[in-house]
């Protein structure tokens, strides 16, 4: 059994209205789709894990929810200030149909989570027959651009890059290479990222190590693309 890792990046008129959101606000890093139900045909329903300002981005987000017409309700959960929960039932027409014929119509298997990027782009694992993979990248969208970031036989037990990391880790990461850590010459100090994460100059130094440890274990586990 094998499994590819996509990364599909949607033009803005065909992303979901909420995946724009993640796009034209800095509140929001990402969003993790981790559970979704089609059993009823009227509408989909979903479990998304938000990664970004929970007091600022939370009140954005919900608000950017509102208006979107085929919302029939959601429900928010904070976790801490830097993520929360969002449980959401949406009209089955439309975006959420495309969702349903992505995950449902196949015989493929979606591995969650899925993560929506601030880049427009789409980062799932799907895994199952080598030929149903091949028919999936035949049979995507002309206008999505794609890209198979791994290809390899499926082990569950490998950590899934999208969750390769602890949500502080990615934020110490983010900032890190915003603030030019990793430039040659290095722009930035272990202080100054621990001081815009707000932790202590330890705590940011023993993030950053983990964080590079795991990257280099994701790097020598992966396989090479067929």
């Known amino acids: 059994m094998r499994y590819l890792q996509l990364q599909i990046y949607f033009p803005p008129e065909l992303r979901h209205p909420m995946h724009q959101f993640l796009v034209d606000h800095d ?17 989909v329903t979903t479990l998304f894990h938000i990664v970004g300002d929970t ?3 939370s009140e954005e987000y919900t608000s950017a929810l509102d208006a979107v017409e085929s919302v029939q309700e959601y429900e928010m959960t904070a976790i801490d200030d830097r993520s929360f929960y ?31 990027g601030t880049d427009g782009a789409l980062l799932f694992e799907v895994t199952g027959q080598q030929d149903a993979l091949q028919g999936l990248l035949a049979n995507l969208p002309d206008q999505l651009s794609v890209t198979v970031n791994r290809l390899g036989e499926y082990d569950a037990y490998r950590e899934p890059q999208a969750t390769a990391l ?12 915003e603030l030019g850590y990793y430039e040659i010459p290095r722009r930035a100090s272990v202080q100054e990222i621990a001081d815009e994460v707000g932790c202590s100059k330890s705590t940011a130094a023993d993030h950053l190590r ?3 440890a795991r990257l280099v274990t994701l790097y020598e586990d ?3 693309i067929d």
């Open 86 to 116: 969002v449980y959401v039932q949406e009209s089955a027409h439309g975006f959420a149909s495309r969702l349903r014929s992505l995950l449902t119509d196949t015989e493929l298997l979606v591995v969650p989570p899925m993560e929506y």
């Open 27 to 43: 509140s929001i890093r990402r969003a993790h789709l981790r559970h979704w139900n089609f059993s009823n045909p009227e509408y």
């Open 166 to 177: 602890t949500d502080r880790q990615r934020e110490v990461l983010t900032v890190a290479r």
């Open 210 to 212: 983990k964080v590079e």
């Open 55 to 57: 007091e600022e981005g």
């Open 222 to 224: 992966r396989s090479e």
